[in-house]
């Protein structure tokens, strides 16, 4: 039975030490912080090659505001703060032109010409294919934030100091459609396709329509969103990109640039959301995030395309029957900040990127290869990184590669290691203990149309275990107690020094152990932390300056340890603590870390009384004497003639700073109780010495 006891006993033990970490990669959260390129990753979390994508331009400036085709494959782009035009042709951009006023957020093409909005100017100016530029209209609106076109008419979407309002504009004249006083502006226009047009507001975020039929605005949806800001139409249904927190970066010109490696944090609010809106006007969440938002909206090859930001990531939702097993998918990143416009280029689309400024090409061919790189894993404080399984199908043509690297930076920088060779599944990589690590995918395809799919990658490590870090032990004033719970009433509490009063709180000590003060009492408190959390057990020893060392605990697990001194002979002392942090770690990889404290006294012996004197002088008695101690330097004197109203005094030299000390006081005659005169004297560890004189005496050694 007894052998029984310790087999269970050592179970026990074990299960109670931290298990090793591990990270296993398989849905589409886990890779939420990784970075893709050329890889899709489904809403089930599976890996694929995505639909190729190539950077083909690159604008001389950080954002581009607002984006138009061509109708040749091209575009027409705002770019910069300061009305800068360019167009795309040909492979190559080109300067076009620059309009007076602030940034342009919205452009529209109007036969072979361009109509632009630039912000605070209330105009509309148009643009020729030779770049030259001249007024169009103005419109009661100082901020657009769309455009449409409508004939030979422009539609304008936008804000005034009155609210958000709806503009029909043509060459030289404008009329208002609608306005709506509670919302800051109409922030997203689509045709309805049956000559009314859908808007989108920033305020409440409402989805509206406006009807030619009586110049009636209709508001169809109150989203839980401050903004909409993107709509598309498809097969007769509405989809609608919301956002929080988007307009204000707009308006000042300063969107953020890219994020780095995100870690996945679910607890975060909504961010942004695409909802559906079916013919009968019943909406549907189709895709939320709580940590991209939604810049653009397109239908493309039998999917609604979301551009999004700060991760550029090009997100799609089926619009077909598809979208039971397949929600939704992160099809690609751009590699910039934003993806701010999708517009036609031919049978592919073209994707415009902010921060930087660039245009991308998106083919329904899928690409050859791609890279995922994981998200950061940390090992804290340190760890020796094991093997990675990896779970994957591989048709003929087919291949995936997994590689690590490690570094000491969170981000990855010069100073990481260089990605490991391919590794086998299970391999173990040659790679030195770290704080930080990541790895990387590698999907490749020699044959058209097929493509791995990664299943699951799981990781394991373990954290290197450090030694406990010592900053120091206080050795507490003489007397002074600590506890766990609150001392018993009858601990024989003295009169307590006011030094040691003042670390004695009321609420005791940090809000759990007890202060209380016991004559030849020792206490001391440990400063020390573990790299690794672990907790920690002391081992404490006694070192006398000669004779050998006490062993006073073997496993003491508090942060404070006070021990009764009066078994100790007198002298001089040093603490030795032994912390270990064994009970959290397997035995085998237990460390250890020892701090001695500076020496410090115990003493028992009270001071010794001699030469007194008690001889009338004039109006008073003075009275001599000499006090002495052997181990501790003296620390007060009083006087008395009933032994309870007490007169302190001080030595010849006025300080207690030796272990012996003569006096010489003067004691007022009305002072005097008769003939006895008592002395008492104590030294720094609270030993008292009385003794008494009679008046007349002559000194006694």
Known sequence: ??????????????????????????????????????????????????????????????????????????????????????????????????????????????????????????????????????????????????????????????????????????????????????????????????????????????????????????????????????????????????????????????????????????????????????????????????????????????????GTGNRSRLFSVPLGKTRDTDPFAAVQELGTAQATAFLPSGGDLLVVGSNPAELHLLSEAQATEGTLESRILKGTPLADWGRAYLESDLPSGTGVELQFRTGSTETPDATWSPWTPPLRSGERPALPASRFAQFRLRLSSTRGGASPVVETVSLHWAPRNLAPVWEGVDIMPPGLIITRNAPPDDIGIERIPLETQKLIPVLGYMGAEKRSFRRAGQSFVFRINDPNGDALQFAIRLIPERGSPLLLEKAWKERFFSFDTLPVPDGRYRLEVTATDAPAVPFNTALTSVWRTAPFTVDHTPPALSELSAVPEGEGVRLRFVARDETSILREAAVSADGEHWLQVVPEDRVFDQKEERFDVVVPRDAMRGDRILIKVMDQHQNEQTAAVSLGAPAKR
Request: proline content about 4%; hydrophobic content about 40%; aromatic content about 8%.
């Open 1 to 306: 039975m007894r052998c029984l006891t310790l087999l269970l006993s050592a179970v026990l033990g074990a299960s109670a030490l931290a298990e090793q970490p591990t990270a296993v990669f398989s849905s589409f959260n886990d890779w939420l912080g990784s970075e893709a390129r050329g890889v899709r990753i489904g809403a089930d979390g599976r890996l694929r090659l995505a639909p190729g994508l190539r950077r083909v331009a690159q604008v001389p400036e950080g954002v581009i505001w607002a984006a138009v085709s061509d109708g040749s494959g091209g575009a027409f782009l705002s770019a910069g703060t300061e009305g800068k035009l360019f167009h795309y042709a040909g492979g190559q951009v080109r300067p076009l032109g620059q309009v007076k006023g602030g940034i342009v957020f919205a452009m529209a093409r109007l036969g072979q010409d361009l109509i632009v909005a630039p912000t605070g100017e209330g105009k509309l100016f148009r643009v020729n294919p030779a770049g030259d530029v001249k007024p169009f209209a103005d419109i009661e609106a100082r901020i657009v934030w769309a455009l449409g076109i409508e004939g030979d008419a422009v539609i304008v979407a936008g804000g005034s100091e009155k609210g958000a309002v709806l503009i029909q504009a043509r060459e030289g004249s404008s009329r208002r459609l609608a306005e709506l006083g509670d919302e800051t502006a109409f922030t997203a226009l689509t045709s309805d396709g049956q000559g009314g047009w859908y808007l989108g507001s920033h305020g409440r975020g409402l989805v509206l329509r406006y009807s030619r039929q009586g110049d009636r605005l209709e508001t169809l949806m109150d989203t839980p969103f401050e903004e909409v800001r993107a709509l598309a139409v498809a097969d007769g249904q509405l989809y609608i990109g919301a956002d929080n927190g988007l307009t204000p970066k707009f308006s000042t010109g300063q969107l953020e640039r890219r994020e780095g490696y995100l870690q996945a944090d679910t607890s975060t609010a909504t961010r942004s959301a695409v909802i559906r809106m079916d013919r009968d006007r019943v909406p549907e969440v189709l895709w939320q995030s709580a940590q991209s938002q939604v810049y653009a909206l397109a239908p493309w090859k039998g999917q609604l395309l979301v």
